[in-house]
Antibody, heavy 120, light 107 residues
Framework: QVQLQESGPGLVKPSETLSLNCTVS????????WTWIRQPPGKGLEWIGY???????NYNPSLKSRVTMSLDTTINQFSLKLRSMTAADTAVYFC??????????????WGQGTLVTVSS | DIQMTQSPSSLSASVGDRVSMTCRAS??????VNWYQQKPGKAPKLLIY???NLQSRVPSRFSGSGSGTDFTLTISSLQVEDFATYFC?????????FGPGTTVDIK
């Protein structure tokens, strides 16, 4: 059974950079889109983007100028960096496995989510 | 961006009821719609992919239909554990986008 687990700070100061990692257990990282999705408290889901197994990335244009994703298959981990954080970035951040349909995909395994609050 | 809308935003139903909810895309997206169930404080769970394909280990009372711009998720006989919020998501093009959700609560 594939498991994903987010790790990182729960509190970030305005203007700082958020760094989150996601560790993938019991599964290969090959042939998937390793995705980040966020959900502000009480609101809907926002796709941030993905990094594929070959390192290609695809970001939401609304966040593209501030986002970097990467992965390290040797330790079964992928990561998200989001720069210049503001209160509007306060959300639960989910790491997710995307299974490609070519085109398209679907999200079959999710981490439990980690709440990130932006506050001084 | 492709906008996804869902209706109704909420509905009340009883155990055993047949429940349907709809999702509409702002443009033709073929069959590239997925459906998720989310309970409070939990991550979403995949129910249906590519409009009508039941994800492994999801009960057969869940079904999906539609293509183009209009899609439907149906629960044939609502169970206690089905009270939750349901989101549709398009993967036809990036940025992938989600609908605002339909919340199913107990009548």
């Amino acid at each position: 059974q594939v498991q994903l687990q987010e790790s990182g700070p729960g509190l970030v100061k305005p203007s700082e950079t958020l760094s989150l990692n996601c560790t993938v257990s019991d599964g290969s990282m090959n042939s998937f889109y390793w995705t980040w999705i966020r959900q502000p408290p009480g609101k809907g889901l926002e796709w941030i983007g993905y990094v594929s197994d070959n390192g290609n990335t695809n970001y939401n244009p609304s966040l593209k100028s501030r986002v970097t994703m990467s992965l390290d298959t040797t330790i079964n981990q992928f990561s998200l960096k989001l720069r210049s954080m503001t209160a509007a970035d306060t959300a639960v951040y989910f790491c997710v496995r995307g299974l490609p349909l070519q085109p398209g995909d679907f999200f079959d395994y999710w981490g439990q989510g980690t709440l990130v609050t932006v506050s001084s | 961006d492709i906008q996804m809308t869902q209706s109704p935003s909420s509905l009340s139903a009883s155990v055993g009821d047949r429940v349907s909810m709809t999702c509409r895309a702002s443009q033709n997206i073929g069959n590239y719609v997925n459906w998720y169930q989310q309970k409070p404080g939990k991550a979403p769970k995949l129910l249906i992919y590519a409009a009508s394909n039941l994800q492994s280990r999801v009960p057969s009372r869940f079904s999906g239909s539609g293509s183009g711009t209009d899609f439907t998720l149906t629960i044939s006989s609502l169970q206690v554990e089905d009270f939750a919020t349901y989101f549709c998501q398009q993967s036809f093009t990036t940025p992938e986008t989600f609908g605002p959700g339909t919340t199913v609560d107990i009548k």
